[in-house]
T-cell receptor, first 111, second 113 residues
């Protein structure tokens, strides 16, 4: 398995519900970033959390990081149909500046 | 402040031709990264450049692929003698310094016939 694995692979919820996506990784990291990608489009940066941080908020987004478990979660509260997209976590390892992406979680929010 | 710009957005090539993909980083960003995304997959790192220097090309195939980031002008990812397996979306990202947020361009979708 590879660095930066998200689960679930696909998630379908109703508008207004919360969506939680998880990411696990294997090596030490400098930071972890979450991105969103609409079908056929580029990536939009959502949030960056550094290895010495445990939790960050941005609007309806809440990201946690547990370096002891090498895992992170992205929570989207009060989801909207417009949140439908693929969500990727990407780790920036301490040995370099490249980002290592997972395969993504496909989130579908039904109106 | 314009974001990362990539062109062309779509590129069609026949097998054996050359593909040139361009990336202009955000203003003030001197670090550029290229990633490739195959259908239904995550992005895979290819190469990391600073002005006039290749810092890390460990993700780039040894043959047919090359990248540059000249002192003036955009970064170029060049694929020679393209094959069908090169069909993918190629994304460029830039950051102001090492280890900071990488901002992505809209990508170039390459189709090799």
């Amino acid at each position: 398995s590879q660095q930066g694995e998200e689960d679930p692979q696909a998630l379908s919820i109703q508008e207004g519900e919360n969506a939680t996506m998880n990411c696990s990784y294997k090596t030490s990291i400098n930071n972890l970033q979450w991105y969103r990608q609409n079908s056929g489009r580029g990536l939009v940066h959502l949030i960056l959390i550094r290895s010495n941080e445990r939790e960050k908020h941005s609007g309806r987004l809440r990201v946690t990081l547990d370096t002891s478990k090498k895992s992170s979660s992205l929570l989207i509260t009060a989801s909207r149909a417009a949140d439908t997209a693929s969500y990727f976590c990407a780790t920036d390892q301490t040995s370099g500046s490249r980002l290592t992406f997972g395969e993504g979680t496909q989130l579908t929010v039904n109106p | 402040n314009a974001g990362v710009m990539q062109n062309p957005r779509h590129l069609v090539r026949r097998r054996g031709q050359e593909a040139r993909l361009r990336c202009s980083p955000m203003k003030g960003h001197s670090h550029v990264y290229w990633y490739r995304q195959l259908p239904e997959e995550g992005l895979k790192f290819m190469v990391y450049l600073q002005k006039e220097n290749i810092i890390d090309e460990s993700g780039m195939p040894k043959e047919r692929f090359s990248a540059e980031f000249p002192k003036e002008g955009p970064s170029i990812l060049r694929i020679q003698q393209v094959v069908r397996g090169d069909s993918a979306a190629y994304f460029c990202a830039s950051s102001p310094t090492f280890g900071e947020t990488q901002y992505f361009g809209p990508g170039t979708r390459l189709l090799v016939l």
